[in-house]
């Protein structure tokens, strides 16, 4: 019996086409012919394949065997056990709703890093920590395109402590990281720390579980960031300048507590419902099962009471490295998950609500859900 070598035709229509794709783009920068390229245009935010070779849903080195783009993807066929079994050794449990690892609280010490990051400026810290100490080559990490004023956020590299800075805080429209790695890869890096949401962040392990070359070993580190949703572009002129005639040029920070937060220019604050965001959430969050960034490193999110601490979830062996010297070298303080059981009830219940959104005709792992569970 042949062995079956899935390809780019099957990933066409079992995720690309089927809404399971979230638009990470690991099959481009995983794939060794030049045939898979990347839409941004209008919100699509999906890999596509040039029609000079095959056609949009086949691919003639697929055909002579080429499976390098399955391999890459973190939403093909049974992903999450794979990369369970890759990262953990060993399944998640059906209670285990935001996945493997022990949460706690964290923050920097170095108050310009509080100042200049998000919730307690811990990822800053980690970036610029495993730059500095030859634990990384460089980052894949999103920041602003040109003078930071059209908000639309973009993959980029960091290799130094000001890299970290300039593209520190958070955007909440989408920015496929992993598009940067052929800029570290030019530049020399062998060693690259990747930042993003869940559905990025599951991109190394699929990579590593399924063998997938050199960009599984090059992507050593994984940081994942707690995500709900991303929006698209068009909420800024449609719902914050229509409505509340905020202009993009004119934000200088957001964040999500709940309602959708602005601060301007003018040292205007806006809180903006969450409900009328909806509408313009990016296709490619619709049926993401993952809030909680299951296969990083660490995860972090700026969730519960506390605004200047991060929420981290340590999950590997490399991330408790890396947090115990850290906090050894008091470059950050940490303190027990238990000191805020509101944020701990609010991971699990996003966490929850997340899962839910993996469809029936898919492959089921991801929705399993403890019956008792509230």
């Not at 995720?15 to 839409?39: F, Q, R």
């Not at 062998?190 to 190394?204: D, N």
Request: charged letters at 25%.
């Amino acid at each position: 019996m042949a062995v079956e070598k899935p390809q780019w035709r099957e990933l066409f229509s079992e995720v690309v086409t089927s809404g399971l794709c979230t638009g990470c783009a690991a099959c481009v920068i995983a794939c060794p012919h030049p045939v898979l390229e990347y839409e941004t245009d209008n919100g699509v935010y999906k890999p596509f394949h040039l029609d000079l070779d095959g056609g949009p849903d086949d691919c003639t080195h697929g055909q002579k065997g080429c499976t390098m783009c399955t391999r890459a993807c973190p939403r093909f066929r049974n992903w999450e056990s794979e990369i369970d079994t890759q990262r953990f050794a060993r399944e998640r449990t059906d209670d285990e709703v935001w996945g493997i690892g022990d949460v706690l609280l964290a923050r920097a010490t170095d108050e310009s890093l509080v100042e200049n990051g998000q919730d307690g400026g811990f990822v800053s810290a980690l970036l610029v920590y495993a730059l500095e100490n030859d634990v990384v080559d460089a980052a894949l990490v999103s920041g602003l395109e040109g003078d930071g004023s059209t908000w639309r956020a973009v993959p980029m590299v960091a290799r130094t402590r000001e890299d970290v800075l300039a593209t520190a805080k958070s955007r909440y429209t989408y920015s496929a990281n992993l598009l940067a790695y052929e800029e570290a890869v030019e530049g020399g890096a062998e060693r690259i720390a990747l930042v993003g949401m869940g559905c990025m962040a599951s991109a190394p392990g699929a990579m590593q579980a399924r063998k997938a070359g050199k960009v599984a070993r090059r992507l050593s580190l994984t940081i994942g960031l707690l995500c709900s949703k991303t929006f698209d572009d068009s909420i800024f002129e449609e719902l914050f300048e229509a409505k509340y005639n905020i202009k993009r040029a004119d934000i200088t920070k957001m964040n999500i507590k709940g309602v959708f937060q602005l601060w301007t220019k003018d040292g205007g604050f806006y809180e903006i419902p969450l409900k009328e965001a909806h509408a313009y959430t990016r296709e490619g969050c619709t049926h993401c099962p993952d809030f909680a960034a299951e296969h990083a490193d660490l995860s972090t999110g700026g969730i519960g009471a506390f605004g200047d601490w991060t929420l981290v979830i340590v999950r590997t062996d490399l991330g408790r490295e890396l947090l115990s010297t850290m906090k050894e070298k008091g470059l950050i303080e940490t303190r027990p998950g238990d000191d805020d059981p509101g944020a701990v009830a609010l991971l699990h219940k996003l966490a929850r609500v997340s899962r839910k959104r993996w469809p029936d005709t898919a492959v089921p792992g991801p929705r399993r859900l403890p019956v008792t569970s509230g």
